[in-house]
């Protein structure tokens, strides 16, 4: 089983405009709201791919019942952690003539200590019944910067293996946790190193520092060049698959990831299980909302000759 934790949980939203211009008045040719946060989105394509899966993480308000009622729906056991406040929006405007993707993604509430203790029992009782625990996305105003690398270390201690895809101190702070699995994009690499990922020489330097760091297997993700994968003692390249026109690229990572852990739970070998990842992220791209994939379009793509 895998149980997904998102402390920054979301409604996406996400607009189809014919074109974005500032200052004008828009309407939508097409529109969604789903249930979101990087987290939520990794459990929704899991899900997509036959995987148990449990959703935990912090909600509030209105906004919160709709995204733990909307992960229920999806087929996802909702086991959130209620906070004061309201749980965030976030939205993603796509210009169909040039193809621009505008977010714009609120703060969300702010967690209390004794809302973030509640959450911290309920992962380690989660964590004792999974295979993996998916720590994705920000970090709420009122969570600790090292939130995660503490998450991260009770998790191991019930049993579960750890998976972390974060940015900034949250990823930074991280690490020192020692997650089992490590999902960074370029942007976040670079930011977390220091320098800029042009070369394979770079990358591959990446990987040891990521490594050195404290994760112990490392996926990162290039956009449009694939991804890297690294054990810690063998490291590869994975191409993309090859996509028509791209839809909405909000939450590939995240499909990405998914991906990855559904092929595990499945047990696929390591190369199998990235493979299915990319083949994930590439539907994902093909669809308007984040975190959205079809099962057929995910096994035309693994048949996709590269």
């Given at each position: 089983m895998l149980v997904t934790v998102t402390l920054n949980a979301a409604i996406d939203k996400t607009y189809r405009l014919s074109r974005f211009l500032p200052g004008q008045l828009h309407r939508t040719k097409e529109q969604l709201s789903l249930p979101g946060g990087k987290g939520?989105?990794?459990?929704?394509?899991?899900?997509?791919?036959?995987a148990d899966v449990i959703a935990t993480g912090i909600v509030a308000g209105h906004n919160g019942r709709f995204i733990a009622e909307g992960?229920?729906?999806a087929g996802i056991a909702p086991a959130f952690v209620e906070?004061?406040?309201e749980s965030r929006c976030c939205l993603t405007l796509l210009d169909d003539e040039t193809k621009a993707v505008t977010e714009?993604?609120?703060?969300?509430?702010t967690v209390s200590a004794a809302a973030f203790e509640q959450l911290f029992d309920k992962v380690r009782l989660l964590a004792s019944q999974a295979a993996f625990?998916?720590?994705?996305?920000?970090?709420?105003?009122?969570?600790?910067?090292?939130?995660?690398?503490?998450?991260?270390?009770?998790?191991?201690?019930?049993?579960a293996l750890p998976?972390?895809?974060?940015?900034?101190?949250?990823?930074?702070?991280?690490?020192?946790?020692?997650?089992?699995?490590?999902?960074?994009?370029?942007d976040e690499a670079e930011a977390l190193l220091g320098y800029p990922l042009e070369s394979e020489a770079a990358v591959d330097q990446a990987l040891r520092e990521i490594h050195g760091l404290g994760a112990g297997h490392v996926l990162l993700s290039l956009g449009e060049e694939g991804a890297w994968f690294s054990t810690g003692a063998e490291r590869w390249?994975?191409?993309a698959f090859v996509l028509e026109e791209v839809a909405n690229p909000v939450g590939c990572g995240d499909a990405l990831l998914a991906g990855v852990l559904a092929g595990r739970l499945k047990g696929l070998d390591w190369k199998a299980a990235v493979r299915l990842g990319?083949?994930?992220?590439?539907?994902?791209?093909?669809s308007i909302g984040a975190g959205m994939i079809d099962p057929v379009v995910v096994e035309r793509l693994l048949h996709q000759e590269r």
């Open positions: 939520i989105n990794v459990a929704r394509v899991a899900k997509s791919l036959g992960c229920a729906q906070a004061e406040g714009v993604l609120e703060q969300g509430p625990v998916a720590f994705s996305g920000s970090l709420p105003a009122g969570v600790p910067d090292d939130a995660y690398a503490t998450l991260i270390d009770q998790v191991r201690k019930a049993g998976v972390l895809d974060a940015s900034g101190k949250a990823l930074a702070c991280g690490l020192s946790g020692r997650p089992y699995l490590v999902k960074p994009n370029r390249r994975v191409p990319m083949a994930s992220a590439g539907a994902n791209a093909l």
